[in-house]
């Protein structure tokens, strides 16, 4: 599975994707994984859910700079007892990576996150200023 591919969000051209740093989801490989993403757009926020299942809210690191967020981090390996051998195993223990370009209506300075039963949700306040709001037409005193 290739996650290189770029996305385009009919809601808001300023929210764009990008994976040129992430490669092949491969067991044991120093390729990051990308983790699966939901962004919905409200209208005074915008909501990024990533899916990281197994990952300790201690091993994700998330920062915004130059208008991208970064969510990275590494699913640890689980250590097994003594005496334990795998048979057989689909998950990986390996390091991930998610860059999301924020538009400039981003309040970047609101961000917040939540972590709860593997999946980090992070919340982006629009600027203020780009909210839609309703204007009162006051009545001019005509002498």
Known sequence: MNCSTHHSYPFDNSFQLFNS????IRPGSESPVCPALTITDHEDRYVIECDLPGVAPGDINLEVHDGVLE??????????????????????????????KLGKKVDTSSIHADFDNGVLVVTALRMQDTLPRKIDITRSAVS
């Open 71 to 100: 969510i990275a981090g590494e699913r640890k390996k689980t250590e097994l007892p003594e005496g334990s051998s795998v048979r057989f195993s689909e998950r990986f223990a390996a390091p991930f990576l998610r860059r999301v």
């Open 21 to 24: 740093f992430v490669n092949d």
